[in-house]
């Protein structure tokens, strides 16, 4: 392994003490002279024409300021496939139709948030109530209502993946099962509310402030909805509240305050309240699995068919993406030598599914996880060696999607049955315990570019000064996931200089070099680590060139950055400080500073990912044979990450990946009816409070992959996925109870308990 | 009718007229703009707003304004001055790397500061109990749990 300096130290968060102290600016803490406070009117009803919208007693109070409806703004449609115009299916605002309880209809501005919520009341909305799709099996069948008039049957994609010969695969299967799963809807649940400030400047330009995952992104949208150019519209990323793939669309807030910035020439703000966020927000998307599997007698895998339904509510949202990497998601992990799948996302009137932690692999891999486990169970094969044996590795191709470089899947199934003593612990268990294992591979990053970027996919400017201090500008998107560190230990690393020598800007795309995609699909250490890497390379070689001419050097000298000098490798002697050297390189320049642009798109890398992440996880439980609680004891995870970056970071990720995985198998879950969704807050949603985290214990698997930036790939994303696996097949050895139909519930325990009794 | 009340926060005396349905938090955030004092969901369930009222932590969102007239409250900005050393519970959350998003931060550690008050060596389970009215979606508690158990040695000590 590489040694390191900087990558793989603990060094303590870029914003940490800024937000320690309070003193990080969200964009709900932003106050502007002037500024107007916008409200949201949604629908009431989850699927209805709009008649007639009378805004005239609303713009009548004192103190209103702007009131918009559909019949206001541009028709144009947006959603992040722009290469595919056909699913743009929304508009902010709603244009004659509304088709989820929500669904966005009007807003206001006003001088102060009880004007602006006087106001809302003010609006009459007159609908005449159509027929509501809350299944997928309503809005499939023959002869359903259809929620877009331009997708009759209310199928928005369809997607197909076969490789190798399945009838084939299954015919040679010497044991074949079928099951079907279903998975709930989940929410994002980040603790920052949706906040969106705009400001038209003097010469008419936007800027606009927002808590987004994607600020290029909501830029393009923003430009395409208003009718401006890209560039006369600037989006600044402040401090971010989590997003978890909540926050990486172009939303309505964001253009209504762009949109109403215009129309009143006074900065806008809008703040969603979190009972907006749980009545209308994101979520992660419900999934019917069918799968498919056949094996050898000896637990070889030999085929696999899986058809997925996706609930994908009322639009398209990142809907389209998830459908995609179901598919993908669902032939990773082992080898399937023969597979087959069918996706299809599918409207109903509720709100609007879209990526969430994992996009589709938390559900793809629930899935094959149990359904796993169950085949071990039939087979009679320990559920750790049935994957042993068919666990991808390095060098394995999967069909259109990738060939393997870093692997260390086995090594993670190995270590985590080595920590958690598997074999013993499953003969000891006492009555009311059960230990289950769940697996996890993940993308670092897509390599698709359905959002249609002219743009390198990440991209990186460094500035270097002759009083030793370096600026970093990137359009990476910190949201608390901590990438504006690791940049920083990247660069760092790669110059030889300081964490603090580093000033770094990121994510306001006025500044920041163009472009990045933003920070999802555990993209951003992979994708931006390489083009800062980049940069830092180029200034490199100046500074080399630089060195070199003042030493004399022999060429074939290499040169080395190191310790806040540069020198002749391994000669400290002949050190020069990195200061001093820029400015030699600034004066052979005649003056020009020092700054290199880095860039990095994934070319020739198959249809999904540059590189894999993978990891095991071991859950104990107790359930109490009386209530059906669940009691996670301990959890035990061993993963491959590639370099680790930032210890404490990673570590992280992975406490928060069990926090929200626990809350994914046993309590987090939207209570809906007719479309509505009836638990708008945090008692009625139940996430997992310090109280419910169980121990856990830690193993990185050391590999190095060859296409990450110092050896790194994705973090944090992947560890989405194997926790409600673990728990479930924990609870199934404690209980009897196999859970095809998440979450597992005290009643759905007692319930098969009784059954079996 | 507007209320005149005195505010004291963070050892500095306010003289304000608030609507009698004005939160404290809507007070700390919109007039005197203190922001490091977060509003994650109005309704108490979060704890993301959490302050000191005469030190007792309360959630700011469920607090009137006219409630706290005389009373000492205290927020994150009074944890440490801004300019000052930061305090032992501030140290301990970015060493021990508590931090993530940070939006529920500054709850996290006025409801630390509460608890060390009242406790000076609690135990893990203790410190989880005191954390019980806040959540956080980004570190899982475990190194907030880890901070705020050195924060207890780091206070002891000092």
């Not at chain 1, 009117?41 to 007693?57: F, M, Q």
């Not at chain 1, 000298?557 to 002949?574: A, D, H, L, S, T």
């Not at chain 2, 004092?37 to 932590?57: E, F, I, M, P, Y």
């Amino acid at each position: 392994m590489e040694q390191f300096n900087i990558v793989g130290k603990d060094v303590p968060r870029n914003d940490a003490e800024a937000k320690a102290r309070g003193a990080s600016v969200y964009t709900d803490d932003m106050k502007l002279p002037g500024m107007l406070y916008g409200r949201i009117l949604g629908s009431p009803v989850a699927h209805a024409r709009i008649l007639s919208i009378d805004t005239s007693k609303a713009k009548a109070l004192p103190g209103v300021k702007c009131v918009i409806t559909g019949a206001d703004i541009p028709k144009i449609k947006y959603g992040n496939w722009r290469l595919f115009a056909d699913t743009q299916d929304e508009y902010a605002l709603a244009i004659d139709k509304v088709r989820f309880i929500g669904d966005e209809v009007a807003a206001v501005a006003a001088v102060d948030k009880d004007t602006a919520q006087e106001a809302l009341s003010l609006i009459k909305v007159e609908y005449e109530e159509l027929e509501g799709l809350y299944d997928v099996d309503s809005s499939v069948k023959e002869g359903a209502i259809a929620i877009h008039d331009y997708c009759p049957g209310n199928i928005s994609v369809n997607r197909k993946i076969q490789y190798g010969d399945i009838e084939k695969g299954f015919a040679e299967s010497d044991y074949v099962r079928e099951d079907t799963f279903k998975v709930h809807a989940v929410s994002h649940a980040y603790l920052e509310p949706c906040s969106a400030l705009a400001r038209v400047d003097l010469d008419g330009r936007i800027t606009l402030w927002t808590s987004t995952q994607v600020p290029y992104i909501v830029q393009c949208l923003l430009a395409s909805t208003l009718e401006m150019r890209e560039n006369d519209i600037r989006v600044i990323k402040p401090f971010v509240g989590g997003g978890f793939g909540g926050k990486m669309e172009l939303r309505t807030l964001e253009f209504c305050a762009a949109f109403m910035a215009k129309q009143t020439g006074r900065p806008v703000k809008f703040t969603l309240s979190r009972e907006e966020e749980f009545l209308t927000g994101r979520r992660r998307h419900p999934m019917t699995l069918h799968s498919k599997v056949g094996f050898k007698k000896d637990g070889t895998l030999v085929a696999k068919d899986l058809k997925i339904t996706l609930d994908g509510g009322a639009y398209n949202a990142m809907g389209p993406t998830a459908t995609f990497l179901c598919g993908n998601f669902g032939a990773m992990l082992y080898r399937y030598p023969n597979y087959r799948f069918h996706g299809q996302h599918v409207y109903t009137n509720k709100p609007p599914s879209s990526a969430m932690r994992g996009f589709g692999a938390p559900q793809s891999l629930y899935a094959s996880e149990i359904q796993m486990n169950l085949a071990a169970e039939a087979l009679g094969i320990d559920p750790v060696d049935i994957r042993l044996k068919n666990a991808q590795v390095s060098g394995d191709k999967i069909p259109d999607v990738a060939t393997i470089s870093s692997c260390g899947f086995k090594e993670s199934i190995e270590a985590v049955a080595k920590m958690s003593d598997w074999k013993r612990l499953k003969k000891e268990l006492k009555p009311g315990q059960g230990i289950g294992i769940g697996c996890y591979s993940f993308i670092s990053g897509g390599v698709f570019n359905w959002f249609n970027t002219q743009y390198p996919f990440s991209a990186a400017e460094v500035r270097a000064y002759s009083d030793g201090t370096v600026h970093l500008l990137t359009m990476a998107s910190d949201i608390g996931q901590g990438c504006d560190t690791a940049m920083k230990q990247i660069l760092a690393e790669e110059l030889g200089i300081k964490m603090g020598d580093i000033r770094i800007t990121s994510a306001d795309t006025a500044t920041t070099p163009q472009a990045d995609l933003g920070a999802w699909g555990s993209r951003v250490t992979l994708m931006a680590g390489n083009a800062v890497l980049d940069a830092a390379k180029k200034i490199k070689e100046k500074l080399f060139g630089a060195i070199s001419a003042h030493l004399n050097a022999n060429v074939i000298y290499e040169m080395e950055c190191k310790n806040g000098v540069v020198q002749p490798k391994g000669r400290p002697k002949k050190a020069v400080p990195f200061g001093d050297v820029v400015a030699m390189v600034q004066k052979s320049q005649r003056g020009e500073p020092l700054i290199a642009h880095g860039y990095y798109t994934p070319r020739d890398k198959g249809l999904v990912t540059p590189a894999f992440g993978f990891g095991a996880q071991v859950a104990l439980v107790d359930v109490d044979q009386e209530t059906g609680v669940v009691d996670v004891k301990q959890m035990w995870t061993a993963h491959d990450c590639g370099t680790v970056i930032n210890p404490k970071g990673v570590e992280g990720q992975l406490a928060g990946s069990i926090q929200m995985g626990l809350g994914y198998a046993l309590s987090e879950q939207f209570v809906m009816q007719d479309g509505k969704t009836l638990n708008t807050n945090f008692l009625d949603y139940k996430m997992p409070t310090a109280m419910d985290m169980p121990p856990s214990e830690v193993t990185h698997i050391d590999t190095y992959e060859p296409e990450g930036p110092m050896g790194a790939k994705e973090c944090g994303e992947g560890l989405a996925s194997p926790t409600a696996p673990a728990i479930s097949d924990a609870v199934y050895h404690a209980t009897g109870y196999r859970c095809k139909d998440l979450p597992i519930t005290p009643e759905k325990i007692l319930k098969s308990m009784a059954e079996n009794r | 009718m507007k209320h005149l009340i005195e505010l004291k926060v963070n050892g500095d005396v306010y003289s304000l007229a608030v609507d009698p349905w004005r939160t404290l938090n809507e007070v700390l955030r919109d007039d005197l703009n203190l922001t490091g004092t977060k509003l994650g969901c109005g309704s108490g369930d979060c704890g993301a707003c959490t302050v000191l009222v005469d030190g007792r932590s309360v959630s700011s969102c469920l607090t009137l304004a006219v409630e706290v007239q005389g009373k000492e409250v205290q927020t994150v900005e009074g944890l440490a001055p801004s300019g000052s050393e930061l305090h032992p519970i501030q140290e301990a959350f970015i060493e021990k790397g508590a931090i993530q998003c940070g939006f529920c931060t500054s709850g996290m550690e006025m409801s630390a500061a509460y608890l060390l008050s009242k406790n000076g060596s609690p135990t893990d389970q203790e410190i989880r109990e005191g954390l019980s009215g806040h959540l956080c979606r980004c570190t899982g508690y475990i190194q907030i749990v880890d901070a705020i158990s050195e924060a207890a040695e780091k206070m002891k000590q000092s």
